[in-house]
């Protein structure tokens, strides 16, 4: 059964604690993205890669960091200097004609 | 900028016919896609148009005019289910640029 996972689907974050969200996809997929969504609002880039062990910032990388060390994992970690963390976070892959799959997104919350 | 404009909201009758336009600027435009997301879930693909035209799948039919910079969602015979915010994203270039998504169309169903 091919897909991508994220895990958790609730994340609680104390203040000063980095957190990782993972990402996993078995669907063969060279480019992976991390999306950030506010309540109420679109979908921002944070994070994107393109092949193992390559990735570039996206429009709200500051307070955030990702590994890319293998071609299924693409784990997104939010540090203590990411202020304003509380969102839903969504990780996506595309296929060979454009197209962008989402995992079912990890909900980030702040003690 | 790579703006993409799209209805805040919009409101429809069960069983009616609606249309979710979206404009973008057309410089650089390599293709069009539409997701459905409903609440607190992950968006989900719903067509990709690379050519004028109307692409149709079922109740829901996508438009593209490249020329004008413009695309549609038609949705037909509404159900409830179809309440849900709709996402129109372009791909600017070609290759390995990520998506660019609009702020999405939050669409409610009434009886």
């Known amino acids: 059964d091919g897909g991508i996972t994220q895990s958790p689907k609730y994340l609680f974050r104390k203040e000063g604690q980095n957190v990782t969200l993972s990402c996993e996809q078995n669907?063969?997929?060279?480019?992976m993205y991390w999306y950030r969504q506010d309540p109420g609002q679109g979908l921002r880039l944070i994070y994107y890669?393109?092949?193992?062990?390559?990735?570039q910032k996206g429009d709200i990388a500051e307070g955030y960091s990702v590994s890319r060390e293998k071609k299924e994992s693409f784990p997104l970690t939010v540090t203590s200097a990411q202020k304003n963390p509380t969102a839903f976070y969504l990780c996506a892959s595309r296929d060979s004609q454009e197209t962008q799959y989402f995992g079912p997104g990890t909900r980030l919350l702040v003690l | 900028g790579q703006n993409i404009d799209q209805p805040t909201e919009m409101t429809a009758t069960e069983g009616a016919i609606v249309q979710i336009n979206c404009t973008y600027q057309t410089s650089g435009f390599n293709g069009l896609f539409w997701y459905q997301q409903h609440a607190g879930e992950a968006p989900t693909f719903l067509s990709y148009?690379?050519?004028?035209g109307l692409e149709e799948k079922g109740r829901f039919s996508s438009f593209l005019s490249r020329s004008k910079g413009y695309s549609y969602l038609l949705l037909k015979e509404l159900q409830m289910k179809d309440s849900a915010s709709y996402l129109c994203a372009v791909i600017f270039r070609s290759g390995n640029t990520p998506l660019v998504f609009g702020k999405g169309t939050r669409l409610s169903v009434i009886a």
């Open positions: 890669s393109q092949i193992v062990n390559d990735f």
């Open positions: 148009n690379v050519l004028d």
């Open positions: 669907l063969n997929h060279d480019a």
